[in-house]
């Protein structure tokens, strides 16, 4: 369920919306959505030798034990492995962990956890390790287990003076049709996420969105595709808030995640 999910921090993707940015009068009439309960995420980054991936996958499921006490519990609220499928070079992440809650409490008592329950594992060579702690109070998804599905990641940057914009567009025309896709099951969940623990140059947005498979990503990609053509401003309008040139995407396969 996270630099932004690979190098950040966390899951920015997905910005489609049916509505038509020449119309500012039914912009002005839009209530603004509530805001959700915070929810933090602490993710982990490791770059594991090509060679070592199998028997390291294997280990995973070794915390799941752990995992699963605490979800049962409430300490957390879900929790995931994956494997990226576009690699990034030398010295970047292959796999990412994380795990999720309603309170740092809850992350810092899963991490004493995972510590005292750790045993003797295979010595894996790993070419990175790094770790982040995000935030979100944008997401939605349904819960359940899986060993299947992606998670499309991208990051982006509001250039200075346009958060709010960027915020407001993604609140009230980016929200409904992400809350639609989960509904018809295009998506699995979303979450737009920020750092909470500024590892990196603070301003930066990861929109996370996990598909239940790759044809669910070919629908949005499509629906992408018709939204140029239909919406033709909404590019010129999205592109004045950000900065193009930080945004970056990423592409995870999920080996094993669970949530409530």
Do not use: C
Not at 22 to 46: D, G, I, K, L, M
Not at 80 to 92: F, S
Not at 176 to 193: F, I, M, Q
Request: aromatic share 12%.
């Amino acid at each position: 369920m996270i630099k932004r999910m690979l190098y950040l921090s966390t899951l920015s993707v997905l910005f489609v919306s049916m509505f038509a940015f020449s119309a500012p009068a039914a912009r002005a009439q839009q209530t603004e959505a509530p805001r959700q309960p915070v929810v933090y995420t602490y993710v982990s980054f490791f770059g594991v030798p090509r060679a070592q991936w199998p028997t390291y996958e294997k280990t995973l499921a070794s915390g799941h034990k752990v995992f699963d006490s605490l979800l049962a519990d409430g300490t957390i609220l879900s929790y995931g492995d994956g494997v990226l499928e576009v690699h990034e070079g030398l010295n970047a992440p292959t796999h990412v962990g994380w795990f999720a809650s309603s309170s740092i409490a809850g992350l810092m008592k899963t991490l004493a956890a995972l510590r005292a329950a750790a045993t003797t594992s295979a010595d894996f060579a790993y070419t990175m390790h790094s770790d982040a702690i995000t935030m979100s109070t944008m997401y939605n998804g349904k819960g359940g287990t899986t060993d299947s599905g992606y998670v499309l990641v991208q990051d982006w940057t509001p250039k200075p003076g346009h958060v709010e914009e960027f915020k407001d567009l993604i609140t009230k025309y980016r929200k409904p049709w992400l809350d639609a896709a989960v509904a018809d099951g295009t998506l699995s969940g979303y979450s737009l996420e920020e750092d909470l623990i500024h590892t990196e140059t603070p301003g930066a947005y990861t929109l996370i969105a996990v598909f239940p498979n790759a044809a669910a990503m070919d629908k949005f990609y499509a629906e992408i595709e018709a939204l140029h053509k239909t919406q033709p401003l909404f590019g010129d309008v999205y592109s004045s808030t950000i900065d193009y040139a930080t945004h970056r995407d990423h592409l995870l396969r999920i080996l094993y995640s669970k949530s409530k």
